[in-house]
């Protein structure tokens, strides 16, 4: 990988070649912690590349290593490499690969072992002394099938927050990977994998000594956080003023706002980057406005760049921060998009209006942005696709000539109203979109002049997941009744999460005393819940509830069709299409058979095949005969 009587080196490479090498992630290093997004980002990334630009190469970023004389430790970098070994074992297992596909991956991720070259059986990636990841990665990862034999714990382990880090999050990214493939399956995996193998390309910096590494890794990194993009940013345009006093100025003023800013502060030069080039970032932030902004002639070096950026700060501190803004419902609309989605999507397109037009219509647009972002979530669109729409809207906002031209153009806020619905109206709980639903119902219910910060919250289930036996929620429902009702939205509501622990399975009446007499939260949405229905909670309330909350969601998205709406009968008959057994009574013999083949070591989903019935009834029924918890 290094040349030849260098210490250090440094270089291109494509993944092909990053994964002839072998890796082992340091103990002192941190946990692997990509989420969802990072993940998405990176295969949306990848498709986009191999269907526009097969051909061409796609800079994936760097890496530095300690080189040994059989391995390499991952000093930086680990999160690419560590999301791309997981990429390779997963599409090793996946139904949908060809066998080529799956031999290719069974040598990207594992060395078998070969007496006559002496070569030792090895994985590429290890991880030092944290025996529950490396365990991990044997057991789960390393042996073809081995994703396929644990799928169903792998799922549990990517909801579960109290899993390690980064076993948690490595199951996560499979999970977002079997979401990806099945839902593209037009890719064609050969040609896609070739293109990752072959054009996608890294960086790599190389040191035999520690010393040598860790050198280098403190210059990119300082006390683990990355190089910062501002410095240097300030240093190349502080360089194109000629006039002493007014460089020191710049520097000050830059410097202020730098310390203000702390470590969002790259963040918002990236909120810059946007709003100049209105369209998602796909290199290096620095690259980019090197090339893309300044010799683009976007804007000039020098002041010109540092008036700019000034004056977008001053707009993110009263639109983003909120310093001294007065209009409580604006504010209260902030907090919430800052609370549940991702900052990239949106805050760009609000800073563009506010500069271009200042208060005059920004809560109706921020209205709109914030219904077009969520909607889309809603509808499973990726993140891309949320961001590259939202910069279309920048575009539009600098064609304008007034605010009416941007609130009118109804077309940058549509949204397939069929497929919202139908996902608001299924099991949603889990969905990363379902909490800013909650806090939209929270938004419509709440007096704004009186918004404050709820501080830690969770979604709670008013119908418990796994009430107990001797409960009442087992007399009032029925399990094909709980199986339905429980994760849907009409069920769900807001609350502090230190409380959620200590309302739990408690019956209804119960619940609702302890919520008001101890004045748990102040959540207006939950409130709502508990005083409509001051009695009992029952398959009839919840029906309703899951109605009102519908039509409220209806109004709050602005979707006047009452043609969408499924009923709980339709519902029935759908999963009966596709279950045929669903919502039939169990019989003794069928119970008998259930838990005999769980207890063989049958898969939900085998499970779910064989009785014709939903994975949510399998389980429920598992639990109720054997007590097992999922």
């Known amino acids: 990988m290094k040349s030849a009587n260098k210490e250090i080196g440094f270089g291109k490479q494509t993944i092909a070649k990053v994964f002839e090498e072998w890796y082992t992630v340091p103990s002192y290093q941190r946990h692997y912690v990509w989420e969802s997004d990072n993940v998405n980002d990176m295969l949306d990334d990848f498709a986009s590349n191999y269907i526009e630009h097969a051909k061409e190469e796609y800079f994936l970023g760097s890496?530095?290593?300690?080189?040994?004389?059989?391995?390499?430790?991952?000093?930086?970098?680990?999160?690419?490499?560590?999301?791309?070994?997981?990429?390779?074992?997963?599409?090793?297992?996946?139904?949908?690969?060809?066998?080529?596909?799956?031999?290719?991956?069974?040598?990207?991720?594992?060395?078998?072992?070969?007496?006559?070259?002496?070569?030792?059986?090895?994985?590429?990636?290890?991880?030092?002394?944290?025996?529950?990841?490396?365990?991990?990665?044997?057991?789960?990862?390393m042996t073809p099938g081995s994703i396929t034999q644990h799928w169903d714990d792998i799922v549990k382990k990517a909801n579960d927050k109290k899993e390690c880090t980064s076993i948690q999050r490595m199951c996560n990214a499979l999970v977002c990977y079997n979401e990806f493939f099945t839902n593209h399956k037009e890719i064609d995996l050969d040609s896609f994998l070739i293109f990752i193998l072959n054009n996608v390309v890294?960086?790599?910096?190389?040191?035999?000594?520690?010393?040598?590494?860790?050198?280098?890794?403190?210059?990119?990194?300082?006390?683990?956080?990355?190089?910062?993009?501002?410095?240097?940013?300030?240093?190349?345009?502080?360089e194109k003023i000629e006039d002493g006093s007014e460089m020191n100025e710049y520097a000050r003023e830059w410097e202020n706002m730098q310390e203000d800013l702390g470590n969002d502060f790259d963040r918002f030069l990236a909120y810059v980057r946007t709003m100049l080039l209105k369209k998602r970032q796909k290199t290096n932030l620095l690259d980019e406005y090197e090339k893309q902004i300044f010799k683009a002639g976007k804007i000039k070096q020098g002041k010109d760049f540092f008036n700019y950026v000034f004056r977008a700060y001053e707009d993110y501190n009263k639109l983003i921060n909120l310093a001294g803004n007065e209009d409580t419902e604006y504010c209260s609309l902030i907090r919430i998009l800052?609370?549940?989605?991702?900052?990239?999507?949106?805050?760009?397109?609000?800073?563009?209006?506010?500069?271009?037009?200042?208060?005059?219509?920004?809560?109706?647009?921020?209205?709109?942005?914030?219904?077009k972002n969520i909607a889309d979530a809603v509808c499973g669109k990726s993140p891309s696709y949320r961001i590259d729409h939202l910069n279309s809207i920048i575009n539009l906002i600098e064609e304008s000539g007034k605010p009416s031209d941007v609130l009118d153009a109804q077309g940058y806020y549509?949204?397939?109203?069929?497929?919202?619905?139908?996902?608001?109206?299924?099991?949603?709980?889990?969905?990363?979109?379902?909490?800013?639903?909650?806090?939209?119902?929270?938004?419509?219910?709440k007096d704004k002049s009186e918004w404050k910060d709820f501080g830690t919250t969770s979604i709670e289930h008013i119908l418990p997941q796994n009430p107990k036996a001797t409960s009442q929620w087992v007399k009032d429902f029925s399990e094909e009744q709980r199986s339905y009702y429980t994760h849907r939205i009409g069920n769900l509501c807001l609350i502090g999460r230190r409380k959620n622990s200590s309302l739990g399975n408690l019956d209804y009446q119960e619940k609702l005393k302890k919520y008001f007499e101890k004045n748990i939260g102040s959540f207006a949405s939950s409130q709502k819940i508990y005083q409509t229905y001051p009695n009992a909670w029952t398959p009839e309330t919840v029906k309703e509830n899951q109605e009102r909350v519908i039509q409220d969601l209806m109004e709050i998205f602005g979707i006047k069709s009452p043609s969408t709406i499924i009923d709980d009968s339709t519902y029935m008959e759908q999963q009966r299409f596709v279950y045929p057994n669903a919502y039939k009574p169990w019989t003794e013999s069928d119970d008998e058979r259930l838990v005999a083949l769980y207890n063989e070591g049958k898969s939900i989903?085998?499970?779910?095949?064989?009785?014709?019935?939903?994975?949510?009834?399998i389980k429920s029924r598992i639990r109720k005969l054997t007590g097992e918890r999922f």
């Open 202 to 238: 890294m960086i790599y910096i190389s040191a035999d000594s520690l010393e040598d590494a860790f050198h280098l890794f403190s210059v990119m990194n300082d006390r683990g956080q990355k190089l910062s993009n501002a410095d240097i940013l300030k240093s190349s345009n502080l």
């Open 63 to 141: 890496y530095i290593i300690q080189s040994k004389s059989n391995n390499n430790d991952l000093l930086d970098g680990q999160q690419r490499i560590t999301t791309l070994f997981l990429l390779f074992a997963f599409l090793r297992d996946y139904a949908g690969s060809s066998e080529d596909v799956k031999v290719n991956c069974v040598d990207l991720i594992f060395q078998k072992a070969n007496k006559i070259k002496q070569i030792p059986e090895r994985i590429r990636l290890s991880y030092e002394i944290r025996g529950n990841v490396r365990k991990f990665i044997e057991e789960y990862l």
């Open 414 to 445: 549509s949204f397939n109203e069929h497929v919202f619905m139908a996902n608001i109206q299924s099991e949603i709980y889990g969905r990363r979109y379902t909490y800013a639903l909650l806090m939209l119902l929270e938004y419509k219910y």
């Open 338 to 371: 800052i609370e549940c989605m991702p900052s990239t999507d949106w805050i760009p397109v609000i800073l563009a209006y506010g500069r271009k037009f200042g208060d005059n219509g920004l809560l109706e647009f921020s209205q709109k942005v914030a219904c």
């Open 605 to 617: 989903s085998e499970l779910a095949q064989m009785f014709l019935r939903n994975h949510g009834a």
